[in-house]
């Protein structure tokens, strides 16, 4: 499992993982803007690499803060590693500061817990500024050497604003849907430390399980059967003690309640509901449309 965030600061990335990656042939320290000097740093990228076919991700989650992507998507994310996927979960800023949060590195070391819980192969925070994350060329590329950089097919994140919660969601969609096409633009590669370009096949949109009204203005939904994964999804939630103590132990009935919800709705003990950014085919209606009675 490979992290990188604040308490992985100098550490080559060899030293991160446990297990050998395809990485040590770059491990080279991505220079930090000025304003950013404060924010440890370590690259994954080395000019003109990307990793081994062997090491790519099947698919990556971003989400804005660390804990976006446990409470919107944590179940199939989990259900995903079970099924042998290589999972990857990039956070575009810290989420700090926060009012509970001591420090940015007790926020890192709880998604990381979170991430373990989950079992992906990989997390990664950029550091983009929270509370005023915009989106930007800058912002864009950053996450698009990602995408470039891990080769996955399928990458999922925000859809749609979230009223009344975080500005920085609306904006995390738009990079996202940006990043996805910068990721296979050609003559470009100046903009990408020399990472080459990598065509994603298929995206899609999340929502957080704390708003109430489903995707709205998505005709092509598709609920994923979480039943075996619900637990996994709660406990990883519950690793951001500092976000939700025991005064907030409502939102773990509320994260319940609704993935029940979702699942009902399609006939299974617990879901999470994704919009595709473009109409599903399939080729075994049977296979694909099974309900169980
Ligand atoms: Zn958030």
New binding site residues.
């Given amino acids: 499992m490979i992290f990188i965030g604040p308490t992985e600061k100098g550490l080559p990335l060899a030293a991160i993982s446990p297990q050998p990656t395809a990485l040590a042939a770059g491990d080279a320290q991505k220079s930090i803007p000025a304003d950013r000097e404060s924010k440890p740093e370590t690259s994954a990228y080395g000019s003109g690499t990307h990793c081994s076919p062997e090491n790519r991700l099947d698919i990556i989650f971003v ?3 660390p ?2 992507l446990e409470i919107a998507c944590g179940g199939t994310i989990h259900s995903l590693v079970k099924q042998g996927y290589r999972v990857g979960m990039v956070d575009l800023t810290d ?1 700090e500061p926060t009012p509970a949060s001591p420090a940015p590195e007790v926020r890192w070391a709880e998604a990381k817990a979170a991430a373990a819980v989950l079992g992906v192969a990989y997390r990664r925070l950029l550091y983009l500024p929270n509370r005023r994350l915009m989106d930007g060329f800058d912002e864009r590329v950053a996450l698009a050497k990602e995408f470039r950089f891990w080769r996955p097919s399928m990458v999922v994140g925000f859809g749609n604003k979230t009223p009344m ?2 500005p ?2 609306y904006q995390a969609m738009q990079i996202t849907d940006a990043a996805v096409f910068y990721s296979r633009l050609t003559k470009w590669d100046e903009h990408f430390d020399g990472i080459p370009p990598h065509s994603i096949s298929t995206q899609l949109y999340f929502k ?1 399980a704390f708003e109430p009204a489903p995707l709205a203005g998505f005709d092509s939904l598709v609920t994923v059967d979480i039943s075996d994964s619900l637990e996994a999804k709660l406990a990883s939630i519950a690793c951001y003690k500092t976000q939700f103590p025991p005064a907030k132990a409502h939102v773990f009935d509320r994260v319940r309640g609704l993935a029940i919800a979702a699942g009902t709705a399609a006939n299974v003990p617990a879901g999470e509901v994704f919009a595709t950014t473009r109409p599903v085919a399939v080729k075994d209606l049977v296979k694909h449309c099974r309900q169980s009675s």
Avoid: K, T
Wanted: charged letters at 25%.
């Fill in positions: 989400g804005a803060h804990d976006d989420g919660a975080s920085d969601h957080l």
